[in-house]
């Protein structure tokens, strides 16, 4: 059904050409462009869906509108793209306009009319398109920093209206924007398929650089099927920053394997960045990898590989393979990187799965132990077939045991169910674990609605409201939420790879003050709120008993009242703020401030 879904898109998304669009849309700003991002970046589990502007270092820049249409649609967001328009044009295209720093003051006062009609600061609105109608070349809005953005900046996006799918602005602002600087690789990653192939020569974790010539000089020796996965950026005259590679061919001798061309994609299609990328290698070094082969469950339609390797490259004879990457860019600058792979016939040890189970990506999986966890996944979560080993182990800090789903990282496409049974009150001394951590490991590829999980004797109210399910990996402890259901903590995790268990957050929020003495003078109230668990989950303030607008900007965990944009008027008089914060599970923290306006 995905798959079917995703092909009926693409038809409907190839009937609008994006080619030769010169002069549709308007710039945005009155001053010489350039860039800090491209479209379809890689990002943490997404693609960048446009470009993103400077604005001169400085907030408040005048934005024009690109085309003829009205504004659709009005969004707040503590993070995101914070202050956001939405504009359908004419022509068949809707641009969106993110990290605003204010609206037009018509726009503003209906966004302020739903906030205190509704109490809430966040909001997403849409629109007629006779409520706010708009003229190419109309002021729209200023530029910001709002939402999370951490500079001076405005994010641009340009979607088929039709589809809603974002499509790369570039090809409207190419002659607005000077590049005569041609893409640049960095090294390649060499991948042996499991069981299947083997590399020899290479450096350490199969890396290797590119140096003088754009040629990797080491002699790297391979047997079986190899893959490889590249690591290279863009750039453009006037600034240092780096961009995403528009357009990656892989070459082997002569013969054309692999190609990526970022020029579109779904939000259906965001997370399967993870697959083409090397997730692990991201998540554990933050460095970036892009794939030149292509699992067989990702159908993301970037990308394209000649015949059934998918771009796997099979070595079996014993002579020199060659290899050469093509980037290039929408302005025509192109460069090439060559390396050489000598085949050598080499024994290739069998793929032996961890603790002998495997995933199956095209079907649906389950999986259990001890039997204190079930993790279901559903078909089309995996991008491809993976060994997984499952291990339960006591833990002082745990109120479950603590399940390891893995050493390795694993993205899924989606969230998938994962039930963790809790012990029982009387074990909660939490040294000494329950006799099921003796169990057994089945994994099964069973209908997983089939599955019902047995209940265990229902914890009270006062201690199930506060569990959570916990992520733990190197270092790294987090929150994936959940709630208690007769005996078992049910949540839904993205990944596998690293411990889950059942923790316990009984330590409501912290608000810390920010220059009170301020207060007063200024109308501007800022706190700072802290969770070291499961983080906020609600807040709320009032002035003198009545519900009054307070901003949240979630990257920097700051809370925001301005006096001058409420009811009260200034007359010097003393005034209760009252702020309440309340995390995941609902521990709550209230506070009162007396202010003078």
Known sequence: MRTQLLS??????????????????????????????????LRSNHFHGGLDFKTQGVEGKPLYCPADGYISRISVAPGGYGNALYITHDNGYTTVH?????FLPEVAALVREHQYKYETFPLDTTLTPSRFPVKRGQLVAWAGNSGYSFGPHLHMEVRLTETNEPVDPLVFYKDELKDTRPPRAHRIKL???????VVGGAGKDNVCYFGKGNRVSQEIT????????????????????????????????????????????????????????????????????MKSFIAPGNPLRMLRAEGEGRGIVTIDEERTYHFVYILSDLHGNTSHY?????????????????????????????????????LAIPRGMLYDDAGLHVSASPDADAYSAVYTLGTDVVPLHGYCP?????????????????????????????????????????????????????????????SVGGRYEKGWMKASVRELGGDFFVAIDTVPPTLIPLSPAQWSRTGIIRLSVADSQTGLAHYRATLDGRWTLMEYASKNRRLTVRLADSPLKRDGSLHTLRITVADGVGNITTQDYKVRW
């Not at 024994?347 to 204190?372: F, K, Y």
């Not at 004797?457 to 190197?474: D, E, I, M, N």
């Open 8 to 41: 009926l898109a693409f038809a409907l998304f190839s009937i609008l050409p994006i080619t030769g669009q010169k002069g549709i849309f308007r710039v945005p700003f009155d001053f010489p462009l350039y860039l800090s991002g491209n479209f379809a970046e």
């Open 98 to 102: 993110g990290h605003l720093q204010r």
């Open 191 to 197: 991948y042996p398929m499991k069981g299947r192939g």
């Open 222 to 289: 391979a047997w079986g099927e190899v893959g490889v996965g590249l690591s290279a950026n863009d750039y453009m005259d006037g600034t240092h920053n780096t961009y995403g590679v528009h357009t990656v061919r892989l070459l082997v001798d002569g013969r054309e394997v692999f190609s990526s061309v970022a020029d579109r994609f779904s939000f259906a299609e965001n997370r399967m960045i993870n697959s083409w990328t090397d997730y692990a290698e991201y998540q554990t070094r933050r460095r970036w990898y």
């Open 338 to 374: 060559t390396f050489e792979l000598k085949g050598r016939q080499a024994m290739i040890e069998p793929a032996i799965p961890q603790g002998g189970s495997i995933l199956r990506h095209d079907v649906d999986n389950l999986v259990t132990c001890c039997p204190g966890m079930e």
């Open 418 to 478: 994962l039930a963790i049974k809790v012990w029982p009150e009387e074990s909660w001394s939490r040294m000494d674990a329950p006799e099921e951590l003796d169990a057994s490991l089945p994994i099964s590829a069973k209908g997983v609605s089939e599955r019902i999980t047995s209940p265990w004797p229902t914890l009270p109210p006062a201690y199930a409201s506060k569990l959570y399910v916990a992520q733990r990996r190197g270092g790294w402890t987090g």
